[in-house]
């Protein structure tokens, strides 16, 4: 490719992402500028909605003024993937789905909701101790990878403002 090509490639490309309907998360009129600070989430009721609540807190901020309510329902389930001859499960995936909804306090209605489903995983070959570290670590990783899924989609959503 030659110079001139690389140029004119690189100059249009701005040009290219706004033709595609690009714009700016904390841009003017962007999504995150009318979510930071204005989610108020619904109080969480064990730990894993507790890490969720702190994970989602972390990336939109803690509502100051609220604008908008997000109610989330978690469900996990363990699955065995790994047995060893004797029939221990040596390895366990833990899989997780969050249904979430985004209302607008001021009306009422749902601006917003969807589902997102993801998994970890964790060992289940040393001691007691080591294998209830391990689930727990992993429940807390899944709750930070819903919380981003989560706020991704939130971020990629039309708020109607």
């Known amino acids: 490719m030659s110079l001139h090509s690389r140029r004119s490639l690189i100059l249009?490309?701005?040009l290219l992402v706004a033709a595609c309907?690009?714009?700016?998360?904390?841009?003017?009129?962007g999504s995150g500028g009318?979510?930071?600070?204005?989610?108020?989430?619904?109080?969480?009721?064990?730990r894993n909605s507790f890490v969720l609540t702190r994970e989602i807190e972390t990336r939109l901020g803690r509502a100051d003024?609220?604008?908008f309510g997000l109610d989330v329902t978690i469900t996990t389930s363990e699955q065995r993937v790994a047995i060893d001859r004797e029939g221990n499960t040596t390895r366990f995936n833990?899989?997780?789905?969050?249904?979430y909804a985004l209302r607008n306090l001021g009306t009422g209605?749902?601006?917003t909701s969807g589902t997102v489903e993801n998994f970890t995983g964790y060992s289940a070959t040393g001691t007691t101790v080591a294998t209830l570290?391990?689930?727990?670590?992993?429940?807390?990783?899944?709750?930070?990878?819903?919380?981003?899924?989560i706020v991704t989609r939130l971020y990629a959503a039309d708020l109607g403002q």
């Open 12 to 14: 249009a490309l701005p």
């Open 21 to 29: 309907g690009f714009a700016p998360i904390y841009g003017a009129g």
């Open 34 to 46: 009318a979510l930071q600070n204005r989610v108020l989430v619904t109080a969480p009721e064990d």
């Open 65 to 67: 003024s609220a604008a």
């Open 94 to 99: 833990l899989v997780g789905v969050a249904d």
């Open 109 to 111: 209605q749902i601006v």
């Open 133 to 149: 570290a391990g689930e727990q670590d992993a429940q807390d990783r899944l709750m930070t990878i819903l919380a981003e899924q």
